[in-house]
Nanobody
Framework: QVQLAESGGGSVQTGGSLRLACAGS????????MGWFRQAPGKEREGVAV???????TYADSVKGRFAISQDNAKNTLYLQMDTLQPEDTGIYYC????????????????????????WGKGTLVNISS
């Protein structure tokens, strides 16, 4: 059974940085597609970044150049480094895992807010104040 647990959320001011982590069990990061998704208050869940088992990545346009997704296969942990944070980055951030994803699937996962991923964490809250 796949289990995911996010950590690293918090409150920072505009322009600050946070690093989220997602510790997993029941799978290995080098065999699945993983991603970060977020949901702002009153809005639908949206895709942030997705990484395939081979390390290929795709980012939402809104975070490109500011966020970096990575994984440590030895620790079975997914990361999201977030820099130059803006108030519009506020939300609950979720990590998710699913079947291997090529470029087309990564874009689809981002566009559909992660619909199609099999396993989800409970989320971690990120709050950016102006």
């Amino acid at each position: 059974q796949v289990q995911l647990a996010e950590s690293g959320g918090g409150s920072v001011q505009t322009g600050g940085s946070l690093r989220l982590a997602c510790a997993g069990s029941g799978y290995t990061t080098n065999s699945v597609c993983m991603g970060w998704f977020r949901q702002a208050p009153g809005k639908e869940r949206e895709g942030v970044a997705v990484i395939d088992a081979d390390g290929s990545t795709t980012y939402a346009d809104s975070v490109k150049g500011r966020f970096a997704i990575s994984q440590d296969n030895a620790k079975n942990t997914l990361y999201l480094q977030m820099d130059t944070l803006q108030p519009e980055d506020t939300g609950i951030y979720y990590c998710a895992a699913g079947p291997s994803c090529n470029s087309r699937r990564r874009w689809a996962l981002l566009k559909r807010g992660g619909t199609g991923m099999d396993s989800w964490g409970k989320g971690t809250l990120v709050n950016i104040s102006s």
